[in-house]
């Protein structure tokens, strides 16, 4: 198995590409652009994210958002490769909870290692360039050689940098289990007796206001009330994170990280007890940070969860198809928000009982990409777990 995760991996196209993606899906997107006052638009700069939407076999469902920071090649690549850990047979109908557990945390372990390989050249090439060049010369001071080392350095720089964060989704043997990796969120939202929304959010950021990453911080020797003061860590809020080579193998030059007895920053996912899809009519929403904050500012931290579940709701009482539901939202948002918004996938069912993801894409003043994946079931007894997906873009100004 691992020789043939390898050989995909290495193949030019990717090879989840042949994955069977949920084939019920309508799309509803809307480019990324920045809107100018004469209300032209035009085009930001790449998408640093990346997303999956596949099923698998033996009733397996696999959902995931991956918000990347300088650049896209983490995400990119998380995005295949953990596809590529969970989806070739290592999930057995015969699993317990405990194994599903560990195979999830143990694909996160080899997804990011398979990353930091892909880049071991390129870091070597930069330690022995850095080595070569003088220290304290500015670069206009430099001999044209030591110039154009200088230039391959931020190349490469530029080539090694970037992570992100992750929150997947997986539903097998009727179960949803979550595994976050940093500041994205899962809200679980449950239909009542009396047809209300019973609204779950399942875990919390791994942020320094997490007190429970405090502790795991402090524990490694670092100064907690320095770390809740400066609330960024290497420009990031997230105490977890794949990738982001500097703060995993260079965290020691880092002063707010300095003293640690041990990587501080790890991409290890926290994954929550799996909640029982049994008899559950409902759906659940996987947003990542950006999008968390344009709601926390429109409608508030306490109120953000409930605001967003609302829309979902009213959106899809109103529109006969999730197709419709996803480009409305899109094009609801696009009109009553901001001078920017990001291209984001619409993949919504036409059909009433299959599984649906939404995904949603907003902008932050500092360009990152985000996405919200939405899927749907019914709990009707001749349908098992139905899943069925809808998209959308969001549109904020933070």
Same mark, same amino acid.
């Given at each position: ?13 990717s090879?989840?590409?042949?994955l ?26 790449p998408?640093?994210?990346?997303h ?13 958002v991956?918000?990347g ?5 983490v995400?990119?690549f998380v ?5 590529a850990e969970l ?8 699993h ?16 990011e290692?398979s990353?930091?390989e ?7 090439e ?9 220290e304290?010369?500015?670069?206009h001071?430099?001999?044209?050689q030591?110039?154009?080392?200088s230039?391959?350095l ?7 940098s970037?992570g ?7 539903i ?11 500041t994205?969120?899962?809200l679980?939202?449950?239909?009542t ?7 779950i959010q399942i ?5 320094t ?8 911080l402090?524990? *490694?020797g !670092?100064?907690?009330? +320095? $770390?809740?003061q @400066?609330?960024?860590? &290497? ?5 977890r ?11 020691t030059?880092i ?6 007895k041990n ?5 290890e996912?926290e994954?929550?007890a799996?909640?029982?899809?049994e008899?559950?009519?409902?759906? *659940?929403l !996987?947003?990542?940070? +950006? $999008?968390?904050k @344009?709601l926390?500012? &429109? ?6 969860n409930?605001?967003?579940v ?9 529109q006969g ?13 696009q009109?009553s928000?901001?001078s920017?918004h ?15 993801v939404r995904?949603?894409h ?13 899927l ?5 007894q001749?349908?098992g777990l ?8 969001h549109?904020t100004?933070?």
């Amino acid at each position: 198995m691992a020789s043939q995760r390898r050989q995909m991996m290495q193949s030019h196209q990717s090879w989840t590409d042949d994955l069977p993606l949920c084939q019920m899906c309508g799309v509803g997107t809307a480019p990324n652009c920045t809107y100018g006052p004469d209300g032209k638009d035009t085009q930001s700069h790449p998408n640093e994210d990346g997303h999956f939407r596949f099923r698998g076999e033996e009733g397996c469902f696999l959902y995931g958002v991956f918000n990347g920071f300088d650049g896209s090649r983490v995400s990119s690549f998380v995005s295949q490769c953990l596809t590529a850990e969970l989806l070739l047979g290592q999930l057995k109908s015969t699993h317990t909870d405990s194994d599903v557990r560990r195979i999830l945390s143990q694909a996160f372990d080899v997804v990011e290692k398979s990353y930091f390989e892909t880049i071991g050249d390129a870091l070597a090439e930069k330690a022995t360039i850095i080595s070569q060049l003088p220290e304290g010369v500015s670069f206009h001071q430099l001999s044209p050689q030591s110039q154009k080392l200088s230039e391959r350095l931020k190349d490469l720089e530029q080539e090694v940098s970037g992570g992100a964060t992750a929150v997947v989704a997986l539903i097998h043997n009727n179960k949803l289990y979550i595994a976050n990796v940093g500041t994205n969120r899962a809200l679980l939202c449950k239909s009542t007796s009396d047809g209300q929304n019973q609204v779950i959010q399942i875990g919390r950021p791994h942020t320094t206001e997490n007190e429970d990453e405090l502790q795991r911080l402090a524990g *490694l020797g !670092l100064d907690v009330s +320095g $770390l809740r003061q @400066a609330a960024l860590i &290497a420009g990031q809020s997230s105490t977890r994170r794949i990738g982001d080579y500097r703060v995993k193998y260079n965290y020691t030059d880092i002063d707010l990280l300095s003293a640690a007895k041990n990587k501080p920053i790890i991409a290890e996912p926290e994954i929550q007890a799996s909640q029982s899809l049994e008899g559950v009519t409902g759906f *659940l929403l !996987l947003m990542s940070e +950006g $999008l968390i904050k @344009a709601l926390e500012s &429109a409608h508030g931290p306490e109120q953000a969860n409930q605001e967003m579940v609302a829309m979902v709701a009213a959106e899809l009482a109103q529109q006969g198809s999730l197709e419709a539901v996803a480009q409305s939202v899109v094009d609801g948002r696009q009109a009553s928000h901001c001078s920017r918004h990001e291209d984001g996938p619409a993949l919504p069912s036409p059909h009433p009982h299959r599984v649906g993801v939404r995904y949603a894409h907003t902008e932050r003043s500092t360009g990152i990409y985000n996405m919200a994946v939405f899927l749907k079931w019914s709990s009707e007894q001749d349908q098992g777990l139905s899943l069925r997906v809808a998209t959308d873009v969001h549109l904020t100004a933070l």
